[in-house]
């Protein structure tokens, strides 16, 4: 059963939702990383669990997954973020497995780093909830009535909400790392 229930416990409400999941679990893992950056993974009663934003916990279990939270403003954000990508990702795996295969990086000549920026918050947050001003230089992502403003030419994030201006921030700088050559220092006497 689809739902919200709370579990009270110590002054910290915990948040579960469960909703049904049939794509693969492999493709919901990659996606949350383009998301959160950093994935936790676990095993709890033999079901795969994924951890992220330090705070929520996304849990296989059979045609469905269940999502927990302790219950706070930053804490359900990051839940609804969560839960939106999945319900995104269950709506249409195919074509969310091809835009990851398709990935945003190969395309490196043809297009800049502000329209790759602009793929990727489209991915993340879905295209209705993206603003790109290109001859103005900058990008307006809005969830939940919140806004983040992304600066194209210094790509400074400006958000009142925290847990917003992170995950965007977050974001755009592991897609300038993936973009960016890793500088190899040469080490004296190491494979010569």
């Known amino acids: 059963s689809s739902g919200i229930n709370a579990e009270y416990g110590q002054g910290v409400i915990l948040q579960k939702q469960s909703i049904p999941f049939m794509a693969p679990f492999s493709l919901l893992h990659h996606c949350l990383q383009q998301l959160a ?11 795969s669990c994924l951890k992220v934003f330090d705070s ?15 219950g706070s403003e930053m804490g359900d954000m990051y839940a609804d973020a969560v839960l939106t990508l999945c319900l995104q990702i269950e709506a249409n795996p195919q074509a969310i497995k091809q835009s990851s295969l398709r990935s945003i990086t190969q395309d490196k000549d043809k297009t800049t780093f502000e329209d790759r920026v602009e793929k ?15 001859k103005l230089k ?6 939940d009535g919140e806004k983040a403003v992304i600066n194209l030419k210094s790509y400074q994030v400006q958000c009142s909400n925290e847990s917003l201006h ?21 080490i004296p006497g190491y494979g010569t």
């Open 37 to 47: 950056g950093t994935v936790e993974q676990s095993e709890q009663g033999g079901k």
């Open 138 to 143: 900058y990008i307006t992502v809005t969830l």
């Open 166 to 186: 992170q995950m965007v921030s977050t974001a755009i700088k592991r897609l300038h790392n993936a973009l960016t050559p890793v500088n190899v220092p040469i």
């Open 56 to 70: 929520v916990l996304v849990m296989q279990d059979h045609n469905k997954i269940m999502i927990e939270w302790e």
């Open 120 to 134: 990727l918050l489209i991915e993340l947050y879905g295209e209705e909830n993206i603003n790109y001003q290109p």
